[in-house]
Structures are given as structure tokens and as C-alpha cells.
């Protein structure tokens, strides 16, 4: 199928660039909110991305904003052709259900929410605003197919969900005030949500996605300046609610920035429209198949043992075990990060060089899937060559990529690319190098099992 391109939606109404960006603060102010004196919302480049800072000294455990319970725009929809909306949004996109009430409430002449919704971004940089060609430049199909899944709903639920509940329920109960909506629109209420809504608790429940103004203008960083503290209070007593506090010691100019959590390159991309090299969090997910394997083992320059092909029953005892065959089975496993393999795809190459059941089973499939599983038990040229065939898996993951590293820092260094395509790029680069990396800690290890080998190979 051919990706449309969402057009990039243009509101007149948006008043991000035109205006002071006091008037947000000073909005939060007069709902009985605080903002602390030094806390500033401050334009941070040219396309008029907004962050806040300190313009004075902050003690850490300072209160630096605090908003009272209505301020935040969240769940439940009350009205009622809203709520049949939101009934036919897939739970995995829950953005777009409060997304819904985002676009009722900017389609309302008076709403309480205006002056927030008034300095939201025009644009968003998520890749369902690219175009088909900038989806095929991430040359990662797992995200390709997510991005093209999220297009097709937003497409689909646009020319048919929305029209017919509109017809169901007359014009006169229109959700969104007689305006048209249309996949545009969407993508950009589901993008502002997903990239600035916070996980909160409400009296005893789960927590619910909510918009929180002020506080969502808060950047992220893996090491944040200040931290989000929630309270428990009712809305009748206006006690703070939602208080963002200082972390540490604040110097002038320095950014307050939040941990957004412990997300992969994948959903900073695909929810908040940005990506951090060398992301800790960031994986390559693969499907485990043992074709594959069998390749990475060729592509290791391995021989491949018949258990690749057909492997014993009990070690098709203990593939089923780590649900990765069967009927129960889970198949995407991962390569980086700290462990550096999945810990299943790691325990499932052991199993299927060994040749002992009876040694494996006395491991057992917990110990399997360590790295400090006795290399003494499993044999120390079997776990070499389960690494060797680990690095043939990178090897191999990186063929989808047709362009190296280099040609991507070329490219990245030109000054006239477009900003998709320059985020498709880092992107794309990011995930090559975590792939590069792990080979280089795998054979980190192989170089120290070697060893190990030589020493103890009898003379
Ligand atoms: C919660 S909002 C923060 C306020 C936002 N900068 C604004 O102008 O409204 C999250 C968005 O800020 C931007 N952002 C936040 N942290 C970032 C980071 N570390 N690097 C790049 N962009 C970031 C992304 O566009 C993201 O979708």
C-alpha cells in the first residue's frame, strides 16, 4: 500500500510564535497554581521549540511549579459522541482517545484549557507526518511498519469511524463543533498527547494519561534536573496536585529537564518526534526463527550443527520453556544494550550447541540465560562459538541497512537535508551503531574465553 502523507496541519489559531510565552505562566498563576519566580519558559531555537529554565540559583528539593487538580486535561470523556469515539481507538493507541478531547476542547469557542491549547506546537516532527519516501529512509522495518500501521488508522479512522458516528448521533451533537476532522487533524492530537501527556494516578486508580500545562514543557534528559512529585489530594482543597521539584542544585540557565522514563530510540521517535544517541534503553528487535541462526552461523563462518535445523526434543522442551516456540510463544528478542543479547535468545543458542540435556537441565533454563552461567558446564569452546554465532546475528542484522555509518554522517553533515530526513538518519545511524557496539562487547567476551581456552587446552 502506498503511505499517504499526513499533511502537515496549519492552524491559524496557534499562538506559539506570536505571543509572550508568560502568558501560559501567568495563566497557571491565576488558576491558583505556582510557578516559582525563577522559573521561565524561554524559546530554545529557530523553529521555536520551547524548554523551561532557571534564571537564578534553586536549591535542590525546591518547589519549582505546583498545579492544582483542574488544571491537568485528561480522562474520562463525558461527552457522549466523544466517548463512542474513543471506544473505537485500539488501546495500544491510547493518545488518540484523550487526543479526542484535545481537538473537542480546541474546537470550542470558550474552553478553560485555550490558553494551554493556544501554546501547543503547530507541527510535530513524529514520522507519520513524513512523507512515504522519508518513512523508507529509517531502513528499519520494525518501525516502518509502525509508523505505516499508525497512518492507516489515522487514515481509516478519519473517512470512516468519525463520519458515521457523526451521521449515527445528527449534526447538532457534533463532537468536534461542527469542524471538520480530518487524518491531519488527528495525527496532530494524537502526537501532542503522546509526545507531553504524563502517566498520573487518580484517587485510587491506575494511572491515566494527562495533560499537564506548563509542566509539559519540560525537555527530557536520562539525567533530569527535576523530578515530577504527585500528591493526593482532593480537588476541593486546591493543594498542589502535581509538583515539579528541583532535583538538585540549579545554577542560572540551567535547563529543568525531566526523565521521561527508560524509553528505546523506537518510541521517542515514534510518540515525542526526537532521538538520543547512544540511548541506553535503545535495542534491535529480531524474530526469533533458527533459520536465522543457521545463517548467523554460516555468516560467523561456523559449521552449523543439525539441532539449527531440528533441534532434539529437549531442547525443543526447553525452546518451548523460554516461549520461543509453542503455542504460547513470543518471538521478538533483541540484540544491545546492558545484558547485550536478549537474555532468551542468549540461553536459546546455548541450548542448541550443547549436547548434553542432562548438563543443560542441571543448569537450568534461569542460569542459561546469565552470562554467569558456569562456562565450565557448558563447555568453553561451545560458549565460544555461541558467541561467535551472536555476532554473525549482528552481522546479519545490520543487512537491512543500506547505507553505512559514514554515508549517514556525510549526509547528516549537509547543511540543506530536510529535518525528517535528518531525524530518519540519526535514527538509522543510532540503531547501526548500537549494532556495531554489541559486535565489539561480544567479542570483548570471545577474546577473554580464548584465552581461557589456551590456558586450559592441555600441552
Ligand atoms: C513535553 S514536550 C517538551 C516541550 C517542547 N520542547 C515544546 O516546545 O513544547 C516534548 C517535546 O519536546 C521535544 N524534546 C524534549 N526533550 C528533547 C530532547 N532531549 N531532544 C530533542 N527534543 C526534545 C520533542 O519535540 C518532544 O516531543
Same mark, same amino acid.
Given at each position: 500500500m502506498q ?5 502537515l496541519?496549519?492552524? $491559524?489559531?496557534?499562538?506559539?510564535e506570536?505571543?509572550? %510565552?508568560?502568558d501560559l505562566v ?15 519558559l524561554?524559546?530554545?531555537n529557530a523553529?521555536?521549540?520551547l524548554?523551561?529554565v532557571? %534564571?537564578?540559583a534553586?536549591?535542590?528539593?525546591e518547589?519549582l =511549579?505546583a498545579?492544582?487538580p483542574?488544571i ?15 471506544q ?9 482517545k484523550?487526543?479526542l478531547?484535545?481537538?473537542a476542547?480546541r ?6 484549557w485555550?490558553?494551554y ?6 507541527r #510535530?516532527?513524529?514520522?507519520? #507526518?513524513?512523507?512515504?519516501?522519508? =518513512?523508507q529512509q ?9 509508523v505505516k500501521?499508525?497512518?492507516?488508522f ?8 468519525i463520519?458515521n458516528?457523526i451521521?449515527?448521533?445528527g449534526n447538532?451533537?457534533h463532537?468536534?463543533?461542527?469542524q471538520q476532522?480530518?487524518? /491531519? ?6 502526537a501532542?498527547?503522546s ?14 494519561? /494527562? ?10 534528559? #536520562? ?8 500528591h493526593?489530594t482532593? $480537588?476541593a482543597?486546591?493543594?498542589p #496536585?502535581?509538583?515539579v521539584?528541583?532535583?538538585?542544585d540549579?545554577e542560572?540557565?540551567d535547563?529543568?529537564?525531566l &526523565?521521561?522514563?527508560?524509553l ?6 515514534? &510518540? ?24 548467523a ?11 539449527? %535445523?531440528?533441534?532434539a526434543p529437549?531442547?525443543?522442551a526447553?525452546?518451548v ?8 510463544? $513470543?518471538?521478538?528478542v533483541?540484540?544491545g544494550?546492558k ?8 540461553a536459546?543458542?546455548?541450548l542448541?550447541y550443547?549436547e548434553d ?5 542441571s ?7 546469565s552470562w ?10 561451545n560458549?565460544?562459538k ?15 541497512f543500506p547505507? /553505512? =555509518? $559514514? ?6 553533515n ?7 530526513i535528518r ?12 549494532l556495531?557496539?554489541t559486535?565489539?562487547?561480544l567479542?570483548?567476551r570471545l577474546?577473554?574465553?580464548t ?9
Open positions: 503511505m499517504a502523507r499526513l499533511a496541519l496549519r492552524r $491559524s489559531s496557534s499562538g506559539r506570536g505571543s509572550s %510565552t508568560e501567568q495563566w497557571v498563576r491565576q488558576q491558583g497554581g505556582q510557578v516559582l519566580p525563577a522559573v521561565h524561554q524559546r530554545q523553529r521555536g521549540d524548554g523551561l532557571a %534564571t537564578e534553586v536549591q535542590s528539593g518547589s =511549579i498545579l492544582p483542574h491537568p486535561l485528561s480522562l474520562p470523556i463525558d461527552e457522549p459522541a466523544l466517548a463512542a469515539l474513543a473505537r481507538v485500539p488501546e495500544k493507541l491510547w493518545a488518540m484523550l487526543g478531547k484535545l481537538l476542547e474546537a470550542k469557542k470558550h474552553s478553560f485555550w490558553p491549547i493556544h501554546k501547543l506546537p503547530e #510535530f516532527r513524529m514520522p507519520v #507526518f513524513f512523507s512515504g519516501d522519508e =518513512i529509517l531502513q528499519y522495518p520494525p518501525i516502518i511498519h509502525q500501521k499508525r497512518c492507516e489515522l487514515l481509516q479512522f478519519a473517512a470512516e469511524d463520519p458516528i451521521r449515527d448521533r447538532d451533537k463532537p468536534f463543533g461542527g476532522v480530518d487524518a /491531519s487533524a488527528l495525527g496532530w492530537a494524537m501532542a498527547v509526545s507531553r501527556a504524563f502517566c498520573v494516578k487518580q484517587s485510587g486508580e491506575s494511572g491515566c494519561p /494527562s495533560l499537564l500545562p506548563l509542566v509539559d514543557m519540560c525537555n527530557h534528559s #536520562f539525567t533530569p534536573t527535576a523530578r515530577l512529585v504527585q493526593h482532593s $480537588s482543597q486546591l493543594l #496536585f502535581l509538583e521539584v528541583a532535583q538538585q540549579l542560572r540557565g535547563a529543568l529537564v &526523565d521521561y522514563g527508560p528505546s530510540n523506537d518510541i521517542l521517535l515514534l &510518540d515525542y518526534g526526537f532521538v538520543i544517541p547512544n540511548n541506553p534503553h535503545d535495542r534491535v528487535e529480531l524474530r526469533f526463527e533458527l533459520q536465522l541462526l543457521e545463517a552461523c554460516f555468516a560467523a563462518g561456523l559449521h552449523a550443527p543439525s539441532s539449527f %535445523t531440528e533441534p529437549w531442547q525443543h526447553l525452546l520453556q523460554l516461549k520461543l516456540q509453542g503455542p504460547d510463544a $513470543s518471538q521478538m533483541t540484540l544494550g545484558d547485550q543479547v536478549d537474555c532468551r535468545l542468549l536459546a543458542v546455548r542448541l550443547a540435556g542432562s548438563k543443560i537441565r543448569i537450568g533454563v534461569e542460569m542459561l540465560q554467569d552461567a558456569p562456562t565450565a558446564l557448558l563447555g568453553l569452546a560458549e565460544c555461541v558467541l561467535r554465532t551472536l555476532v554473525g546475528l549482528c552481522m546479519l542484522a545490520t543487512a537491512p547505507t /553505512s =555509518i $559514514s554515508e549517514d554522517q556525510d549526509l547528516l549537509q547543511d540543506e537535508i530536510s529535518e525528517n531525524l530518519a538518519t540519526e535514527f538509522r545511524t543510532n540503531k547501526k551503531q548500537l556495531i557496539n559486535i565489539s562487547s567479542q570483548l577474546q577473554s574465553l584465552m581461557q581456552e589456551l590456558v586450559s587446552a592441555p600441552r
